[in-house]
């Protein structure tokens, strides 16, 4: 990189070189043609002029005025080039009327030829001079700039997917090759968080589809297990049929239970636009009170409604957090225990008087398919999606989901959205 910027450099310097001696020598001649025009016009005006002749006092005025020229009054010469044939000088004639006489004065272009090249020389000399001093303080300037890029470059080379944690740097660098490294740093930690991300996500799909088959076959199992028993019992006991075809109609409504919740997160995970409208948390609680009626049978339902505040919200799905918060509160809460649910402000919460939830598990409860109590779980039909689900739908209308939770005194889920 370097010797590629040293000779582009030089040819540069180079160009420039040439261009200014090129203007340099226009300027010179252009200068002198215009000085020599301007004398033969201010020596014009002081000319006396008796009977169309040059008195003897403006002859000697042009002597003195023009050394080294040609000098030339209405065809008479007045005075020739030194000691030369007038015919073999090279030079320039400048003519001027005056009082209807021609005045013609011609100079020698070799002698502007000497100075031009004596200040050609000069200026060589001097651009040269200029030229080695400014390259050697640009080489060593580059040098200075260019060799922490060189660093900085290969060890960004260097780097791989396991190293992007490792972060670049390089010693007494410029400022500007400083803010690149801060650039490239920042840079290696989005990587590197995109990296991490990317592999708890595969970790999490790992999990979620071992999970997924898990929970799809114990219900296929069962289905098969009971349809062997109708198969070996001829239908010949009525009672083991009518079990059987009970056991079966339930697994496979669990089965079905959960091949939706999979579809809900699917497209949940979508990111499917929401249907929002303008309501409270109140309006959407009394609009569920029946459902929940019904739900809670054996339990105590008992509901606070405040001053709920108006807000953009997805009704049905919003219902349906409220909804998985309720069924998640009777499914682990005994009969004849209080559910309470609590709307006010941007706020709803759901409370129970159930077993509670262990403060080591609290962090793990909105992951999907995590369950507190597999055993309890399995047996009342939980298949630990549903407070995934109402996560996932309460973080899309950009709210926030928190549990609270004593060990056999109870558990409050708090939903809180966003005020507008």
Not at 350 to 367: A, H, N, S, T, W
Request: charged letters at 25%; one cysteine or more; glycine letters at 4%.
């Amino acid at each position: 990189m370097k010797k590629q910027l040293l000779v582009r450099t030089s040819i540069i310097f180079a160009i420039l070189y040439v261009i200014l001696g090129i203007l340099q020598i226009g300027i010179f001649k252009y200068s002198v043609e215009y000085q020599q025009q301007d004398n033969v016009k201010m020596a014009s005006k002081q000319l006396d002029i008796r009977n169309g002749e040059l008195t003897p006092e403006s002859r000697e005025l042009l002597e003195k005025q023009f050394l080294n020229a040609r000098i030339e009054w209405d065809g008479e010469v007045i005075r020739s080039f030194r000691g030369d044939d007038d015919d073999k000088v090279t030079s320039r004639t400048i003519e001027r009327e005056v009082a209807g006489q021609t005045l013609k004065v011609s100079f020698p272009t070799h002698e502007e030829n000497e100075i031009m090249f004596t200040q050609l020389i000069i200026y060589t000399v001097v651009v040269a001079i200029i030229f080695t001093i400014v390259f050697w303080l640009y080489q060593k300037i580059l040098r200075r700039t260019l060799r922490p890029l060189d660093e900085l470059s290969e060890q960004v080379r260097e780097l791989t997917i396991d190293q992007m944690g490792k972060a670049v740097s390089v010693k007494q660098a410029p400022i500007e090759v400083e803010q690149l490294e801060k650039a490239i740093q920042k840079m290696q930690q989005r990587v590197q968080q995109a990296f991490e991300k990317e592999k708890e996500t595969k970790k999490v799909l790992e999990q979620f589809v071992s999970d997924a088959s898990h929970e799809l076959k114990t219900p296929l199992t069962s289905i098969r297990g009971f349809t062997e028993v109708l198969l070996r019992s001829n239908f010949e006991n009525v009672q083991q049929v009518e079990d059987s075809v009970t056991q079966i109609h339930l697994q496979t409504e669990r089965m079905s239970a959960l091949i939706e919740r999979l579809l809900q997160l699917s497209r949940l995970d979508r990111q499917e636009p929401l249907q929002l409208e303008m309501i409270n948390f109140n309006e959407l609680v009394e609009d569920l009170m029946p459902v929940l009626e019904v739900l809670g049978e054996k339990r105590e339902m008992n509901y606070v409604l405040q001053s709920a505040q108006s807000q953009q919200m997805d009704v049905m799905k919003m219902q349906q957090v409220v909804m998985n918060l309720v069924q998640n509160a009777i499914r682990y809460s005994d009969d004849g225990s209080k559910i309470t649910i609590k709307a006010y402000g941007t706020k709803l919460e759901v409370i129970d008087e159930g077993r509670g939830i262990e403060q080591e598990k609290l962090p793990y409860i909105f992951r999907r398919f995590y369950r507190v109590d597999t055993d309890r779980a399995r047996s009342t039909g939980g298949e630990g999606l549903g407070l995934a689900i109402a996560k996932e739908i309460v973080e899309q209308h950009g709210g926030t989901i928190q549990v609270t939770s004593t060990v056999n005194v109870g558990s409050c889920f708090t939903i809180t959205l966003p005020k507008e």
